[in-house]
């Protein structure tokens, strides 16, 4: 049954008031944390939010391994922590205790509340339990044959001698897997109307995602303009849900979307609202970090002469564990997410500190990633780091950890070393100018988009 408008502007408010929720201070005493800047609330969100990779590097410097920085709404302490050792307390942490889904609240209008990414305890659980079947290696497996076809298709457009932001074609190749993969939609029409509408989606302005605290200015034109879209997103989720839920060969589907329905029986069946956060919630987590990781690849291999070579034979002679080891010192280098946060709820220890109700905690991804005692001349690009082995446990962390690490990792090595393959067997790479990054959404990307030249 398609649902109606007057449901579909019920469900979307709701998801909107997620992000007013403010964690309170409950007459906890917050006044013993870990030294941290003095400035204004809202100064210190900005700068965490958008100013990041200039912002927490200067904390560190400043404060230490471990400090506080306080953020809006409330204000709501953060304490972050930048050794391994660290990490591995909080990815260990009891997750009764550390809640990983109020850590990530600001993503609720977006996500929803049955996202994975805001679950927690048993509903974490049970929604992990659905969505894993999806992910474990035999479907990987399944899918990587889809994955080289979407590539192949992608690099068949391009010409030699051709410029372009690498950032955005990558975009285009990982979105086109996941709505084929996890979606399974193959209808152009419909395809049409996804790609645009979840591109605005992924192009949030930071200053939104802060803005969600506030009721007030969601009466603004950016914020309204941010929920009609998203309407228009839910629109053709549903529309999908509904008409996928009726198809005849819906036993012998293997996508995503498919298997979940399939999955729950009885009270364990998913309903249509939280197939929607799922599938949202896999979209976006699994479609842009994966093109931001290849992307920064292809640029860092373009400045490479001697790594290009050495890639591309891989490609020829089918050695993936060295395009696997590029997109893991990609990731390492330019990290896409910059810390993964938990809410306390009760009093823990870390780090030998002494931690009250109630704050946020998180380990930082950017400061774990460039520590010269984790990984010599952290500044450099070296494959070679993840040849054979990994790197000391809690040193490399892009997909978290504990039994909160990203659901789609594997997916994401797997999509990321097919789609260099594909590239690099018929194109040479150069880079184009100067790179950093910047923030977009909650995300870190290229600022000019990791521009190259293929040939």
């Known amino acids: ?269 998913l309903t249509d609202t939280e197939l929607r956060d799922q599938l949202v919630t896999l979209l976006l987590a699994g479609h842009e970090t994966t093109a931001t990781a290849l992307a920064w690849s292809l640029y860092e291999l373009g400045r490479s002469p001697a790594l290009l070579d050495r890639s591309r034979a891989a490609a020829r002679d089918g050695d993936d564990a060295w395009l696997e080891a590029v997109l893991k010192e990609s990731m390492r280098l330019h990290p896409v997410i910059p810390m993964v946060v938990r809410q306390l709820m009760a009093p823990v220890t870390i780090g030998g500190i002494d931690l009250p109700t109630g704050i946020f905690v998180g380990t930082s991804i950017l400061i774990a990633h460039a520590r010269e005692d984790n990984h010599a001349d952290p500044l450099e690009f070296r494959p070679e780091r993840f040849l054979d082995h990994n790197p000391p446990a809690n040193t490399w962390i892009p997909f978290g950890g504990g039994v909160r690490r990203c659901i789609g990792a594997g997916f994401s090595l797997m999509e990321g070393t097919a789609a260099l393959r594909e590239i690099l067997k018929e194109y040479a790479v150069t880079a184009v100018g100067d790179e950093q990054p910047k923030v977009r959404n909650i995300t870190s990307v290229p600022e000019k988009g990791a521009r190259i030249r293929v040939g």
């Open 1 to 269: 049954m398609t649902i109606t408008d007057e449901e579909l502007d019920r469900l979307s408010a709701a998801r909107f008031e997620l992000a007013s929720g403010s964690a309170g201070r409950k007459n906890h005493d917050w006044s013993r944390l870990p030294d941290g800047p003095g400035w204004p609330v809202v100064a210190q969100s900005i700068g965490l939010v958008r100013y990041r990779h200039r912002f927490v590097p200067w904390l560190h410097r400043k404060y230490g391994d471990v400090f506080t920085v306080r953020l809006v709404p409330g204000p709501r302490p953060l304490v972050l922590f930048t050794k391994p050792e660290h990490s591995r307390e909080i990815f260990a942490g009891d997750p009764e205790i550390f809640h990983a889904g109020k850590g990530n609240s600001i993503l609720g209008p977006i996500m929803g509340e049955h996202s994975l990414l805001l679950q927690d305890s048993g509903e974490h659980k049970r929604a992990r339990r659905l969505l894993m079947p999806a992910f474990n290696g035999h479907a990987l497996r399944g899918y990587q044959d889809l994955v080289t076809e979407v590539a192949r298709d992608e690099v068949a457009t391009w010409r030699s001698g051709e410029e372009f932001r690498a950032l955005d074609r990558m975009n285009a190749l990982t979105l086109e897997v996941i709505l084929r993969v996890v979606f399974g939609v193959a209808d152009e029409q419909r395809l049409a109307a996804l790609r645009p509408t979840v591109q605005k989606i992924v192009d949030i302005n930071p200053a939104l995602l802060l803005g969600w605290a506030f009721p007030r200015l969601r009466r603004l034109r950016p914020w309204q303009r941010l929920e009609e879209n998203q309407r228009r997103l839910d629109r053709l989720m549903y529309d999908e849900i509904a008409e996928r839920r009726e198809v005849p060969d819906l036993a012998e589907r293997t996508d995503v979307l498919s298997q979940l329905i399939r999955s729950g029986e009885g009270e364990d069946a």
